[in-house]
């Protein structure tokens, strides 16, 4: 059964960090891209990020170029992403996703979480 679960979501300061996890079972991480994605209040989910299964590459929206990374442990098959300098824009709910196609389009994941939290805000 395949399922993903994401966690580390919270509260936390403009200028502050976090580190979400997404926990895969069901499959290995060797064969499916992850990606992020977020739905802020009163918006569309967006794509904010993904790894690319096939030769390890990354992408991000322009919005967290330079603030997010993301990262793979296949040992644990888990994927994280790590967020620095949070803005109070970037208040919603984070979810991952897998696919097997490596992109930001959210009608290539076949497979999602059930969401995380995140809310920064002085």
């Known amino acids: 059964q395949v399922q993903l679960v994401e966690s580390g979501g919270g509260l936390v300061q403009p200028g502050g960090s976090l580190r979400l996890s997404c926990a895969v079972s069901?499959?290995?991480?060797?064969?499916?891209?992850i990606g992020w994605f977020c739905r802020a209040p009163g918006k569309g989910r967006e794509g904010v990020s993904f790894?690319?299964?096939?030769?390890?590459?990354?992408e991000y929206a322009d919005s967290v170029k330079g603030r997010f990374t993301i990262s793979r442990d296949i040992a644990k098959n888990t994927v994280y992403l790590q967020m620095d300098s949070l803005k109070p824009e970037d208040t919603a709910v984070y979810y991952c996703?897998?696919?097997?196609?490596?992109?930001?389009?959210?009608?290539?994941?076949?497979?999602w979480g059930q969401g995380t939290q995140v809310t920064v805000s002085s």
């Open positions: 069901g499959f290995t991480l060797e064969y499916y891209a």
């Open positions: 790894f690319s299964s096939a030769d390890g590459s990354t």
């Open positions: 996703a897998a696919s097997t196609v490596a992109t930001m389009r959210e009608s290539e994941y076949n497979y």
